[in-house]
């Protein structure tokens, strides 16, 4: 299928279809006439990378475990472990940004947000 079909189906732009050609994630063939053909195969693929990536995943942890989860015997057990590695990701950045909210928090009324807590000034 050309570009402008896989976007309508897909519910995409074509420049976000050639992004993601140029980023590897999706790939056509050149007709003779110089236009992009997809495979079927591509808008169910699409989806995909959509939710992962409201998921928090980045394009490139995408990519690297699009082809794993393909080629996995069991997809649902592979999916599973990723998502269980990005909760601990999440749970890691969480903690992160608890200790940032606390840090500030403690800053708050010194008359100097950019003193060390303790510091005298």
Known sequence: M???ELA???GLTRDTIRFYEKVGLVS???LPNGYRDFPPETVPWLAYVRTAQ???F???EIARHGAELRDAPDAAEALSALFEDKIRVVDARMAELAALRADLQARVGTGCP???V???G
Do not use: F, N, P
């Open 2 to 4: 050309r570009i402008g």
């Open 8 to 10: 309508a189906q897909a």
């Open 28 to 30: 056509g063939r050149r």
């Open 54 to 56: 409201t998921l928090g």
């Open 58 to 60: 980045s394009l490139a």
């Open 114 to 116: 950019m003193r060390a």
């Open 118 to 120: 303790g510091q005298a």
